[in-house]
Structure formats: structure tokens, C-alpha cells
């Protein structure tokens, strides 16, 4: 979604923003923009589309003087909210004196209300959007100290901000702002950075102060200065970025989303090391905190999460039932709180989110805890809010995923969630046997994700007649129903071809009537208790003249019925869902790339949701 770039320091400020605003580009936008504050006055431009589009403009518009000087600037790229994607709804946005400039992420709820009172004073709007109310109110409340100003306005407005303004009179400074929209500060040598998401400055710095809900900054090339909206002072440590510069590169590869998915065996490493007990059949969770007793006394599990770690938690819930003998359910993050839930001290929550920030899953976490659950995080971003606001978690250590579409999160995801089914399994009913044997499975999921791998080029064959089709159905039972579910959101993401997941059993109530001869059934048929049924209910596809694209067991019964197979390792039900999901990221990938889709950034998609 949105994102923020801001810069003071020793170099030009434009090509450094630019450079932010690309890092950018992935959580997905439709419009940038950037202002530059070189001494005197402020310079703004905006373009719809692409970062290159506004960057083509900065070429052509400014001089190159202009464009190598050092001056303050802040940029953004916009996700549309509240009105299109135009120049004149593109931030930064200006007060009524044009000399103050502001990019905002978040939604102000109380905008309508602000711009009201304000157009009574005699403002004329310039856009639709709900940021120029505190562009604008900020330039009402200026008297010559650019802080107080803005925290005079951030006092008036009501909803989600992360904020950054410049003001002509104020050269060398920045005023961050923060309440609900991430922001980080990174502090380099004589310069400083601004962002809404650690990529876009890693290649500058690694040591980044997080703000908190509520922190208002003035930063300048070599200080930052941190208060709250009542001008108390707060004191914020200085963090160290934990991923490497090329981490955020694409490494060789045609797109982030095949690296990603080509990175599986590695980041699924990182997420089990040093957590598997392979010699206690356990895992090894200190972020978890529970203690023996405390595992006994849990009554459930509850997992909430949006899109792909939503459907995580699905597998999750299966193994928290199976292995741990304890009632598990999954709810939409964008649900929970408007249920009013029943959930209790006994109870523990989980937020499963690869960035930690998006909207709907804080405002669970936040629901849960004045609910007085226990909560926890399965983040992957570290620092970022949601690991923050639960305290307890375990992160995922899958690096930054860049790709909008989901792959190395979701691996992660859910082979933490098994090694928490173990965990809480071998701390009550689960037999050593039982976890000796799960403990050695999971330790094989590097290899079993590299044995999906090495069929890439059998994959895109196969690849090939389903490109050619509008619609495709994805069928799976038990954990493998989540994993079809997410082999469908990955082929409608980044191919835009329509597809649906199912429970295999459920396709005969319904939607077997919108089967035509020649679409596409990926089902999903590894060993597993009921893969007899499974291949039945496929037989019912083949009946229809469907073509059946079957995910088998090496080894196993290769059904006679399919006319492409995709073969993954024996392996246990619960574990063999991983290397699954690596062939649909796959097949999805080559579907797309074959469609000549813009896999990385999809349409209308965005990476990091923080807006509900
Ligand atoms: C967006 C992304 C999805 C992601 C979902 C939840 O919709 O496009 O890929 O699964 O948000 O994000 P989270 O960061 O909380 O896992």
C-alpha cells in the first residue's frame, strides 16, 4: 500500500528518494510524488503510474543542478483511497500557503469534518483525499514552529497516520509522525532517513529507530528528537536491521516471486533452527513463553490472519487439533473484532501476519487483549507492530518478501505452526513415539521443498494448457483443503485467472456445475487417510471431460485418471502441505509468466494491507 520516503542528510536528497520510492514499488500504489525543500522554497511533483513516470519528470522538469543539491526531501507512492488515482490526489500535499508539504499512509476517519470547518474559513480543496485536511491544518496551526504545528493538528484528527511534513521556512528538518501506520527513522552518518518500511533505507543504513502509536519526531541530518503529542520527551532505541542490503534484490532471478519461492529451503531452515528437539520429539519456542502449566490449562487456540496467512492458520488448526488435542479455530482477522468474541484468559490468540502490520490483524490483537486472552504473534517482519503489540511470538526468519503474492511466508508460517502443534502436543497428550517420529518429518522439509524444486521445468510444461483457460478449480481435503484454497488465491493473484478452491468432497454441492470440458482441477492426492476420496471425487471431474492436474505422492498411486502429475515425497499429511504448496506457487508462477502478467506487482494488489 502506501508508502513513505523522507531524506536530510550529506547527499542530493532527489535520487535518494527515488531510489526509496522503488524499494517501494512492491506493497503496491498507483501515483508518487515527491517534494524537495532546497533552502528558499519547496518543489513538488506527481505522476500517475510507475515511480519511472514521476522520475521522468524530475529528469525532465528540473534542472540538473536542482537534481544533485543538497536538499530535505519526502516522497510517496499512493495506494487510492479516497478518490482516484490522479496528479491532483497524489501526496505530497500542500497547506493554503503552498509551504508546507505532507505525505501521509493511514485513513483520518474525521477528515469530512476537518475539511468542512475549514472550507468555512475559505479553503478551496485541491484534491479528494483525506490527507490534505491535515496538510492544511497543519498550515493553519503554523506560527513559525513546524513541530507544534503538527501536533497541534495531529490532535484534532481521528484515525490511522503515519506522517511526514517539510515546510519551506524550516530548511534542514523533517516532522515524522506516527499512530497506527508504521514508520521508521534511519539513522546514518551525517544523514537521515525516513520510511514506511525498513527496505527502501537498508541500503543506507541498518541502524533504524521504530516509532511508537503516538511519537511525533524532528529529524535532522544528525539528531532525532522524539516526543509524544503532549511534548514529553521519549527516549527510542536504536535497532539493528537484521537482513542483508541483496536481500531486497532480485538476485539473478526474472522476478522477487520466483526467488522467493527458490528461497524456500533456506528461509524454512532459518524458521527450524534451533527450535527442533530431535532428541525429545519437541520443539523449542522460547518466544512462545508457555510454560508446562500454562500449555495444561489452555482451553483453545484461536488464529486470525488475512489472505494467505489466513489460510496458514487452516493448516495450522489441523495440527493444533490433531497433535495437541486442543480445539483450534481460524477467524478472518476482519472479523474478530466485530463479533464481539468469546474468548478468555484460557485462551490463546494468534496473529499470523508475514508483515505485522496489516490493519484488520492489529485490531484483533488489540480486541483479543482487552479481551484478556493470551496473545501471541507469528510475525515474519521483525519490529514491526504487530510483533511489537503482542510481546510474545515467534518470528518467522524468512527475510523480506518482497513479491506481493505470498510464498516464503506462508512455508514459514506454517512450519512454525507445526513446530507449535509439537510443542503443545508433547506438553500434553502427544506420545514421544509420535513426536520423535513428526520431529524428524519436519526436519526434512529443506529437502522436500528441494525435491519440488528440481521439477520446475516439468511444472511450467504443465503450466502451459492451463494458461490458455479462464477458470480453474483447486481441490483438496483436510490440510490439503487450506493449501487448495491457497493454490487458487496465488493463481488468481498473479495470472488473473479465476479460480476456486474447494474441499473436494464440497464440489458436488454446487459449483461441479460451472465445470466445462477441458478446465483445469489442480487436486491435491498425497498419501493421506482419505486419498481414496479424494481420487473419487476427482473421478467425478474426469466424468465432466475436466482436465485433472493431480498432486501425488512419489511413489504412491499415480492416478490413471490425470493427465499431469506433480510429484512430492512421502511424507506425513500435516508436513507434506509445504512441499504442496511450493509446486501450486510454482505452477501459479509459470501460469502467470506465460500470460505475460506483471507477476511482482499485480493489479489493484498491495503487499502490506493497513487499511481495513
Ligand atoms: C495482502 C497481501 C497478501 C497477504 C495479506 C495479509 O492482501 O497481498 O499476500 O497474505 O495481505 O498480509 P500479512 O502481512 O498480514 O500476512
Not at 31 to 58: C, M, N, P
Not at 147 to 162: C, D, H, P
Not at 410 to 415: L, P
Not at 426 to 440: D, F, K, V
Request: net charge negative.
Amino acid at each position: 500500500m502506501c508508502g513513505i520516503v523522507g531524506y536530510v542528510g550529506r547527499h542530493a536528497a532527489t535520487p535518494v528518494l527515488l531510489g526509496g520510492l522503488r524499494r517501494l514499488e512492491y506493497r503496491g500504489y498507483d501515483s508518487a510524488g515527491l517534494s524537495v525543500q532546497d533552502g528558499k522554497e519547496l518543489l513538488t511533483l506527481r505522476a500517475v503510474g510507475k515511480v519511472s513516470r514521476l522520475a521522468d519528470k524530475v529528469r525532465a522538469e528540473w534542472p540538473e543542478e536542482l537534481q544533485t543539491r543538497r536538499v530535505v526531501g519526502i516522497a510517496h507512492t499512493r495506494w487510492a483511497t479516497h478518490g482516484a488515482p490522479t496528479e491532483a490526489n497524489a501526496h505530497p500535499h500542500a497547506d493554503a500557503s503552498g509551504r508546507i508539504r505532507l505525505v501521509h499512509n493511514g485513513i483520518i476517519e474525521n477528515y469530512r469534518a476537518i475539511r468542512a470547518k475549514l472550507e468555512a474559513k475559505g479553503h478551496v480543496f485541491a484534491s479528494e483525499t483525506d490527507t490534505e485536511a491535515v496538510a492544511r491544518l497543519v498550515g493553519e496551526y503554523y506560527k513559525g514552529d513546524l513541530r507544534k504545528a503538527v501536533i497541534a493538528a495531529l490532535r484534532q484528527v481521528e484515525g490511522a497516520y503515519g506522517i511526514a511534513v517539510i515546510s519551506a521556512d524550516e530548511p534542514g528538518r523533517i516532522i515524522v509522525a506516527r499512530k497506527g501506520s508504521p514508520l521508521v527513522i534511519g539513522v546514518g552518518e551525517g544523514e537521515c532517513l525516513i520510511a514506511s518500511d525498513p527496505s527502501a533505507l537498508i541500503s543506507h543504513t541498518r541502524r533504524v529507530i521504530y516509532l511508537d502509536d503516538g511519537d511525533v519526531a524532528l529529524v535532522t541530518a544528525d539528531s532525532v528528537d522524539i516526543t509524544d503529542l503532549n511534548h514529553a520527551p521519549m527516549d527510542r532505541d536504536v535497532a539493528e536491521l537484521e537482513f542483508e542490503p541483496g536481500a531486497v534484490e532480485k538476485g539473478g532471478y526474472d522476478h522477487f516471486m520466483l526467488k522467493e519461492i527458490h528461497e524456500q529451503p533456506e528461509s524454512v531452515r532459518n524458521a527450524l533452527r534451533g527450535r527442533l528437539d530431535l532428541l525429545n520429539g519437541t520443539a523449542v519456542l522460547s518466544g512462545m513463553g508457555t510454560g508446562a502449566r500454562e500449555l495444561l490449562d489452555l482451553q483453545r487456540i484461536v488464529m486470525v490472519g488475512c489472505g494467505t496467512s489466513l489460510h496458514a492458520g487452516m493448516v495450522g488448526d489441523f495440527a493444533f487439533e490433531e497433535l495437541a488435542a486442543l480445539p483450534a479455530e481460524v477467524q478472518p482477522a476482519a472479523e474478530f473484532r466485530y463479533r464481539n468474541p468469546l474468548v478468555d484468559g484460557r485462551d490463546l490468540v494468534v496473529a499470523i501476519s508475514q508483515s505485522g502490520e496489516t490493519a484488520d490483524t492489529l485490531a484483533a490483537v488489540r480486541e483479543a487483549k482487552d479481551k484478556g486472552a493470551m496473545i501471541m504473534g507469528l510475525v515474519n517482519v521483525v519490529g514491526s507492530t504487530i510483533a511489537r503489540e503482542t510481546g510474545r511470538g515467534v518470528y518467522l526468519h524468512a527475510g523480506p518478501e518482497i513479491s506481493v503474492a505470498s510464498t516464503k511466508a506462508f512455508t514459514g508460517q506454517v512450519a512454525v505452526l507445526l513446530l507449535m502443534a509439537l510443542k503443545l502436543g508433547r506438553g500434553r497428550r502427544l506420545s514421544r513415539e509420535r513426536g520423535l517420529a513428526l520431529a524428524a518429518e519436519i526436519a526434512r522439509l529443506p529437502e522436500l521443498i528441494e525435491a519440488v524444486l528440481r521439477q520446475d521445468a516439468a511444472i511450467a510444461k504443465v503450466a502451459e494448457s492451463m494458461a490458455k483457460h479462464e477458470h480453474a478449480f483447486f481441490l483438496g481435503r483436510g490440510p490439503m483443503h487450506p493449501v487448495a484454497l491457497e493454490g487458487a488465491l496465488k493463481l488468481k493473484e498473479i495470472s488473473y485467472i479465476h479460480a476456486e478452491g474447494y474441499h473436494a468432497a464440497e464440489l458436488k454441492h454446487g459449483p461441479i456445475a460451472l465445470l466445462t470440458p477441458g478446465m483445469p482441477v489442480v487436486v491435491l492426492a498425497n498419501r493421506s487417510p482419505v486419498v481414496d476420496k479424494t481420487l473419487g471425487n476427482a473421478e467425478e471431474c474426469k466424468a465432466r471431460g475436466a482436465r485433472i492436474i493431480a498432486i501425488v505422492t512419489e511413489g504412491g498411486p499415480v492416478a490413471a485418471i490425470a493427465d499431469d502429475v506433480i510429484q512430492i515425497p512421502d511424507c506425513d499429511p500435516l508436513v507434506a502441505t509445504i512441499p504442496a504448496a511450493v509446486a501450486l506457487q510454482l505452477l501459479a508462477y509459470h501460469v502467470a509468466r506465460l500470460r505475460g502478467c506483471p507477476i511482482d506487482q499485480p493489479r489493484n494488489l498491495a503487499k502490506s494491507v493497513t487499511v481495513e
